[in-house]
């Protein structure tokens, strides 16, 4: 009998219903699945044996224990921790329609003449509003419209030590998107978010949803980017321009999917389980262990 162990973050309960209800459908497909949270992992002496795990969580120092001990992770941990930083997303999709991006130089200490070239530079390059947001981000909270020289000035003396990127503001986009779901390379559910009240369209923060049908194109550019990223499964924010071309905006390794699953009537959690016992064991099979 195959064996999965399921992880989630303890502080995340968001997740639980979510790895639940992968548990589920593993042990309908005859497999024997157990459900933990890390801090219940990292403080046990050994691992659970087991060949794989479905890892819903960016603990790195757990997904690299488990992958060490020889367990296939889902996703990858280093997957994971690329996905974890939007810059270093943006840097490995460069050859993917996104939209004009501008990753801060590390910065260790303030300067307030550099800050002011920036902006200036930022302002230019860019035009007015333009996106800021956090590197570690997640579910839009750490997303920024930024309309003045000024704001962007004080942003970075707010976030100079915080690894953070600018982007073009797609204003025909402003609001809404479509987060697309990938498994393995197949494109299984999609729904537009709209938000009349802010920019940014996360039902997180009070967006809504409904099913939408997505072209060929986009379909193809969300399976690219789900490879180039090392992922087995993820969720995809795409934007539209004002003549309807797709941007990759967010990858997410580690996408809440309940409101997906329920806008678009498709078990997304039964998607996983099946790709997961289809999938070989083996620490070597994934080279995106190495990223």
Known sequence: MDKVTLVYNHSIKHFVGQCNAVAAELTKKGCDAEVFTNAELLMRKELPDGGKCVFYDKDISLGMRFELNGTR?????????LCGDKCRTNEMLRDLPQPETE???????????FFARYSEYIAEKLSLPVVAKLADGSQGREVFLLETVESITEF??????????????????????????VI??????????????????????????????????????CISATRLMGLDFAGLDIL????????????????????????????????????VLRTKTGFFDDMSLFL
Do not use: W
């Open 73 to 81: 992770l889902f996703n990858s941990i280093g997957a994971i921790e």
């Open 103 to 113: 990753v801060y130089p590390k910065t260790f200490f303030p300067d307030e003449e």
């Open 156 to 181: 970075q003396r707010k976030y100079y030590a915080h690894s953070h990127l600018y982007q073009k503001f797609i204003s025909a986009s402003k609001g809404k998107d479509i987060r697309i779901f």
């Open 184 to 221: 393995g390379d197949e494109v299984y559910a999609s729904m537009l978010r709209y938000n009349p009240n802010d920019f940014r369209s996360n039902i997180a923060i009070g967006g809504t949803a409904e099913k939408i049908e997505i072209s060929n194109e986009i379909k193809e550019l």
């Open 240 to 275: 539209l321009g004002k003549d309807g071309e797709p941007y990759i905006c967010e990858v997410n390794s580690n996408a809440l999917f309940t409101a997906l699953s329920q806008v678009c009537e498709v078990n997304i959690a039964e998607g996983i389980a099946a790709h």
